[in-house]
Antibody, heavy 123, light 111 residues
Framework: EVQLVESGGGLVQPGGSLRLSCAAS????????MYWVRQAPGKGLVWVSR????????SYADSVKGRFTNSRDNAKNTLYLQMNSLRAEDTAVYYC????????????????WGQGTLVTVSS | QSVLTQPPSVSGAPGQRVTISCTGS?????????VHWYQQLPGTAPKLLIY???NRPSGVPDRFSGSKSGTSASLAITGLQAEDEADYYC???????????FGGGTKLTVL
């Protein structure tokens, strides 16, 4: 059974840092391109970042560029999102998601999703 | 303001057909990039419903269909069922923003 389990969310003060993890199982993680997508409370989905299968290439939304770092450890089947200089507007549920193999760049769809982890940025 | 525009809400009675539109521009849908659709049931993660404009992943009922024309795409749901009540999102790549965009989402209410 395919599973993506996010962890690391919580309450952090503005300007603080947090590292999210996404543990993958049930599929060959090292061959999948992975995304982070976030959803503010009561709002829609927003793409945050994308990483290729070996971690050598990353992309970021303008809103997080320079503050967030997407990385992966294929030996540990784990995806990470290091979030620095956090702002109130970063408050959201963060999902990790895997690219559907039936699609290719840049027409990538996401078919494996975790349950999400909530990040709250507040003083 | 989303780059991809969806109606905030649609509704229909059980058994009816509803459509949800996703309007983009010449830098995303109009540029030929594929549109994907997701269903998000309350309190759960999104689920891929349609990929590549009109293809259904294994396990998605054929009541769900997608189409694309020009700078817009549509999701159609026929034989509406109570369990279809959810939020629906379109997604595509935008070349001017160099990133992947989601529509603002459409809440489907089954009357």
């Amino acid at each position: 059974e395919v599973q993506l389990v996010e962890s690391g969310g919580g309450l952090v003060q503005p300007g603080g840092s947090l590292r999210l993890s996404c543990a993958a199982s049930g599929f060959t993680f090292s061959t999948y391109w992975m995304y982070w997508v976030r959803q503010a409370p009561g709002k829609g989905l927003v793409w945050v970042s994308r990483i290729n299968s070996d971690g050598s290439s990353t992309s970021y939304a303008d809103s997080v560029k320079g503050r967030f770092t997407n990385s992966r450890d294929n030996a540990k089947n784990t995806l990470y999102l290091q979030m620095n200089s956090l702002r109130a507007e970063d408050t959201a549920v963060y999902y990790c998601a895997g690219v559907f193999k039936g699609t290719t760049w840049p027409n990538e769809a996401l078919d494996y999703w975790g349950q999400g982890t909530l990040v709250t940025v507040s003083s | 303001q989303s780059v991809l525009t969806q109606p905030p809400s649609v509704s229909g009675a059980p058994g009816q057909r509803v459509t949800i539109s996703c309007t983009g521009s010449s830098s995303n849908i109009g540029a030929g990039y594929d549109v994907h659709w997701y269903q998000q049931l309350p309190g759960t993660a999104p689920k891929l419903l349609i990929y590549g404009n009109s293809n259904r992943p294994s396990g998605v009922p054929d009541r769900f269909s997608g189409s694309k024309s020009g700078t817009s795409a549509s999701l159609a749901i026929t034989g509406l069922q109570a369990e279809d009540e959810a939020d629906y999102y379109c997604q595509s790549y935008d070349s001017s923003l160099s990133g992947w965009m989601f529509g603002g989402g459409t809440k489907l209410t089954v009357l």
